[in-house]
């Protein structure tokens, strides 16, 4: 977050800078320091370059916008979970403040076993990574065998 703000404050100031250049150049086009079609190529460059500034930047502050409410949803989350410090099971009060919905998939049974595919959605962040709800189960799985 902190590298897509840098980059996005150089740009922003890259941006300034063109705009003094352009300026300076109209001005030399003007007195005829530059000729008409020097001046043509080197507007043109700046503006293409200002293009995709714009461009860039205007993706950077979506991206920061993004990384922001996920890391305000992230410290929602973490404050809720905080009133349960020494949580012993899961009763319907707390999933109903920690989870949004879990959804389990049809159970698959063709290869011995009962499989089933589940995904939680939590408040205030969304769903977990795949690899987050193994670790979770591989735990919970050790926990019972202890």
């Given at each position: 977050l902190a590298a897509k703000r840098r980059r996005l404050t150089q740009a922003q100031r890259r941006m300034e800078e063109l705009d003094r250049l352009f300026k300076r150049l109209y001005e030399d086009n003007i007195s005829g320091k530059i000729n008409d079609s020097r001046f043509e190529k080197l507007s043109g460059d700046y503006e293409k370059e200002q293009a995709e500034l714009t461009e860039k930047m205007q993706l950077w502050e979506?991206?920061?916008?993004?990384?922001?409410?996920?890391?305000?949803?992230?410290?929602?989350?973490?404050?809720?979970?905080?009133?349960?410090?020494?949580?012993k099971e899961l009763t319907p009060a707390v999933l109903h403040d920690l989870v949004n919905r879990v959804y389990v998939s049809a159970p698959d049974k063709s290869s011995g076993h009962r499989m089933q595919d589940v995904h939680i959605s939590l408040a205030c962040v969304g769903f977990l990574p795949e690899s987050i709800i193994a670790e979770m189960l591989n735990h919970a799985t050790k926990s019972r065998t202890a």
């Open positions: 979506q991206e920061i916008a993004k990384q922001e409410e996920e890391a305000d949803g992230i410290e929602q989350f973490i404050l809720r979970a905080k009133k349960y410090p020494d949580l």
